[in-house]
């Protein structure tokens, strides 16, 4: 905003004179201002479609086209409609000033010009719709502070609260001696539900933070050469837990001398997120594949399960970033959402897009593209 409030005004002229258009020119040149003047109203919209100038100035007499006319024109275009128009006419009676101001101008100037008076209006006006765009900029940038400030704490309140709960609810019978320690299913049972409980909650708080961070820009996007494999064998390692539980058979297909060009740690989190949601809706016994298929500049990595699948609506739900959806697991695994809506922005700040194919009872695949390492990176 600060480079839009310095940079130089860009004032935009229609005039069939061209000797007022070259004196315009001179007097706005010589006051820091860019120029671009011409009698053409046809090419005035080709000058206008190129680049959006701060203010225009309209002759109110032209042979073609009457200047309230054209005025009235540009305003019923909406990306043209905060434009502030100033008239400029030879003579200025009530009733002209009344239309201009109806048709959407905001001043007049008279000719012959007064260069001081000329360029105090234009100044004037262009300091007030900078003023406003940079309130508008800001109040929108204040309603999404606000809005990612709600839907943090909802989550915090909510889904964060639910697994330090449960497991807190646990510990309790533990003191209380409602579960005992030496019990056979202790091990198999109570600590395994404690530590993916705290798994739940800690893959949250990870969402969350990349989340928040990613929302106010505070993360900066690091390309690295990455060997695919790797990363998927380490996610496997860190879902093991889930996976063994649910004993499902996870398969890397991904070739080991296959390379991408991104964030790691980003990367990271979308394998994380999507494999850990393939656990979560496989049944028991059920299959997960990784695959990869490299192209020319892109590689495209495709979680593949035979879990529930999504009905079509869902899908949709699923890639809203402003809805927040959530189901439960085949073995009624809890969820928040946040993770795709995560893996989606995270792998948009890397030049790829999340996309899912998926049918009801068979399976679902969700893949995604990411550059290609070449040498050329």
């Not at 919209?45 to 005025?71: H, T």
């Not at 820009?217 to 990363?231: R, Y």
């Not at 809706?281 to 495209?300: A, L, M, Q, R, W």
Request: net charge negative; hydrophobic share 40%.
């Amino acid at each position: 905003m600060e480079n839009q409030v310095t940079e130089k005004p860009y004032i935009l002229a229609v005039d069939d004179e061209q000797l007022n258009l070259e004196l315009l020119r001179f007097i706005l040149e010589r006051n820091n201002c860019h120029f671009e003047g011409t009698s053409d109203d046809d090419h005035f919209f080709e000058i206008l479609e190129k680049r959006k100038p701060d203010l225009i100035l309209l002759d109110v007499i032209m042979p073609r086209i009457e200047g309230f006319e054209l005025c009235e024109k540009i305003k019923s275009f909406n990306k043209y409609k905060d434009i502030p128009i100033i008239f400029l006419t030879g003579k200025v009676n009530v009733k002209d000033k009344v239309k201009g101001f109806e048709v959407g101008g905001v001043d007049y100037v008279t000719k012959p010009f007064n260069e001081q008076e000329l360029v105090a209006r234009i100044q004037t006006h262009v300091e007030l719709i900078r003023a406003k765009n940079q309130i508008e900029e800001q109040a929108k940038n204040l309603k999404q502070s606000n809005d990612l400030k709600d839907r943090m704490f909802s989550i915090i309140g909510h889904d964060l609260r639910s697994p330090l709960s449960a497991a807190k609810l646990k510990m309790d019978f533990i003191m209380r001696g409602i579960i005992n320690p030496k019990d056979d299913k202790f091990l198999d049972e109570t600590v395994f539900d404690l530590l993916k409980t705290m798994d739940e909650a800690l893959n949250l708080l990870q969402n969350l933070l990349g989340w928040a961070k990613s929302e106010s820009n505070q993360i900066q996007v690091i390309p690295e050469k990455l060997n695919i494999n790797e990363l998927v064998e380490q996610t496997f390692r860190l879902l093991k837990l889930g996976s063994d539980h649910k004993q499902i058979e996870m398969q890397n297909n991904v070739p080991v001398d296959v390379f991408a060009y991104a964030d790691n740690n980003m990367i990271k989190t979308v394998l994380r997120n999507i494999l850990s949601n393939a656990i979560k809706f496989t049944p028991v016994e059920g299959v997960i594949k990784i695959n990869s298929k490299p192209g020319k500049s892109k590689i495209v990595i495709e979680i593949e399960d035979n879990g529930n699948g999504i009905p079509k609506e869902d899908i949709k739900k699923i890639l809203n970033p402003n809805e927040h959806f959530s189901k439960l697991g085949t073995e009624k695994e809890p969820g928040t959402g946040l993770g795709l809506v995560l893996c989606q922005n995270f792998v948009k700040k890397n030049g790829g897009t999340l996309k899912i194919r998926s049918e009801v009872g068979k399976g679902s695949v969700f893949f995604f593209d990411l550059p290609l390492f070449t040498e050329e990176n």
